[in-house]
């Protein structure tokens, strides 16, 4: 089975950039369809971003668009997500996931099959 594992978290000040990176082993991700997620403490785990297995068309949650961007290079096996203008409210553990069969990648965590153990973001002011 995919295993994933996420990297690329740390402290940074406000308006600052991240980018966090999904690697897979014991398997492939190009068939894939791929989401980020976060979860701040007391909260509920949230939709951050997806993509497809192709990497065309994805989308995001409206408190990071147009300030982070996911991406993937399937040669690498590796699925990114660059984080810019970064403010305190993005400070979370992010995890990446899976889809691990045919379909589209949604924005509910119940849709996906395969989870990374999360990395900690955390945006100071």
């Known amino acids: 089975q995919v295993q994933l594992v996420e990297s690329g978290g740390g402290l940074v000040q406000a308006g600052g950039s991240l980018r966090l990176s999904c690697a897979a082993s014991?398997?492939?991700?190009?068939?894939?369809?791929m989401g980020w997620f976060r979860q701040a403490p007391g909260k509920e785990r949230e939709f951050v971003a997806a993509?497809?297995?192709?990497?065309?068309?994805?989308y995001y949650a409206d408190s990071v668009k147009g300030r982070f961007t996911i991406s993937r290079d399937n040669a690498k096996n590796t699925v990114y997500l660059q984080m810019n203008s970064l403010k305190p409210e993005d400070t979370a553990v992010y995890y990446c996931?899976?889809?691990?069969?045919?379909?589209?990648?949604?924005?509910?965590?119940?849709?996906?099959?395969?989870w990374g153990q999360g990395t900690q973001v955390t945006v100071s002011s």
């Open positions: 014991g398997g492939t991700l190009r068939w894939y369809p």
């Open positions: 993509t497809s297995r192709s990497g065309g068309s994805p």
């Open positions: 996931a899976a889809v691990l069969r045919i379909g589209p990648a949604p924005d509910y965590s119940s849709g996906y099959d395969n």
